[in-house]
């Protein structure tokens, strides 16, 4: 390009956004949580590439699912493969699984993991085209505890997060055995009502008629509202794990409503499913959903592993926790000349050993200047050298927030300001 051309600015893509530092202390103390909390119920890190074979989530997701059929993005690469965005987590964990056989560690598998997900739909609050999911996933465990174990994981993350005001809806979508014959009668009412539904959902009259349920149309949803439930086919398996499952739920005081209606968006569920909304964030109130996906290891050729996950979005978990993040407390260098900006680099690195933040400011000031721009930067400490100070070797440390002074060795004033620490901690 010629340099005489005007400058276009170059600006994010549609959908996608940057996390300025004020923020990310946000996400960080919600991820921190998030991880110490999973942590403790066994679950452990499993990190997969963002970028898989297209053909994952058409087998996983599912082909007729919203996210495959409309919000992939999907491209060939240089080698000719066509590659996707990952839109969701669960395929790339069953990829991982067969991959690396860990079905012969000691079940149940309990993996977690926080990242971006890409889903090209229409940007707007709450719905963008890189968001980030923190993600659970359990395999190899049948007994409908480890359903409520997650959900009641789920609880205990909003809780300390400060998120107030959260419904839980819970349904179960049968499995093989019973949900051809559901299907077959769901069919034939959508068939039926064919002319009152939305383009989109007549296709679906056709293809899948359960993703009429996710249909966000009102009208849709008023005509879905008639259409035979689920919950009346299910087999005796379905029905007691059901019933267990919300037998679990109430021993942890976990509240919670039976939605007939919910099938979630994705293919591959089976038995439970469920869903995490928070009431007063609108249209895009769905903070996390989740559910059983007992087939879809042996579906993609591995063993005979049943699974079960939730994945939140932390858009819009964030959006409504309440959570305070901790004020930094760092120190300020407040010295005069070259040598005592030397001694303030030395004394800097002993101090950041000690795990104490330290700025030091490269441009000379006289001692009130260094005063206003600690004040100015919320400095907690300011640490002086002057002349006399590096004489002696002890320094004096002011304390901005209490307005005491302290003179010491590097040692002894890091032992103070640790000290301080810690009580503020408690
Ligand atoms: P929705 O019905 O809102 O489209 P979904 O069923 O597609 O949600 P899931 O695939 O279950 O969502 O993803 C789990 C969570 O991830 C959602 O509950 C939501 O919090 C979040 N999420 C999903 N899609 C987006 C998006 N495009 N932007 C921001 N968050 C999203
Ligand atoms: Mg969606």
Known sequence: ???????????????????????????????????????????????????????????????????????????????????????????????????HRLDLQSQPLRYYYMGPMFRYDRPQKGRYRQFHQIDIEVFGEKDPAVDAEIVEMAHRLLARLGVEDVLTLVNSVGCKKCRPAYGQELRQAALAARDKLCPDCQRKAEVNPLRIFDCKNEVCR??????????????????????????????????????????????????TAFEIVAEHLGAQNAICGGGRYDDMVREFGGPDLCGIGFAMGLERLLSVARIQVPKDSFVYFAYLGDQ???????????????????????????????????????????????????????????????????????????????????????
């Open 1 to 99: 390009m010629s340099s005489d051309q005007p400058k276009k600015e170059i600006s994010a893509i549609k959908g996608t956004h940057d996390i300025l530092p004020e923020e990310a202390r946000l996400w960080q103390l919600a991820e921190a949580r998030a991880r110490e909390i999973f942590e403790l119920y066994g679950y452990r890190e499993l990190r997969a590439p963002v970028i898989e074979p297209t053909e994952l989530f058409e087998k996983g997701t599912g082909a007729s699912s919203d996210i495959v059929t409309k919000e992939m993005y999907t491209f060939v690469d240089k080698g000719g493969r066509s590659v996707t965005l990952r839109p969701e987590y669960t395929p790339s964990v069953v990829r991982a699984i067969i991959e």
């Open 340 to 426: 005592a900006k030397k001694e303030s680099l030395r004394l800097a690195r002993v101090l950041r050993s000690e795990g104490i933040e330290c700025l030091v400011e490269f441009r000379d000031r006289g001692m009130k200047a260094h005063f206003s721009r600690a004040n100015k930067l919320g400095a907690d400490w300011v640490l002086i050298i002057g002349e006399d100070e590096l004489k002696k070797g002890k320094y004096q440390l002011k304390d901005m927030v209490n307005s005491r002074q302290f003179e010491g060795s590097a040692l002894e004033l890091a032992g103070i300001i640790k000290g301080k620490k810690i009580l503020e901690i408690g």
């Open 222 to 271: 008023q005509v879905a509202s008639g259409f035979p439930l689920i919950i009346d086919f299910l087999c005796a398996e379905c029905r007691d794990h059901f019933h267990k499952f919300r037998e679990y739920l109430d021993l942890y005081g976990i509240e919670y409503r039976v939605e007939p209606t919910l099938v979630r968006g994705l293919d591959y569920y089976t038995k």
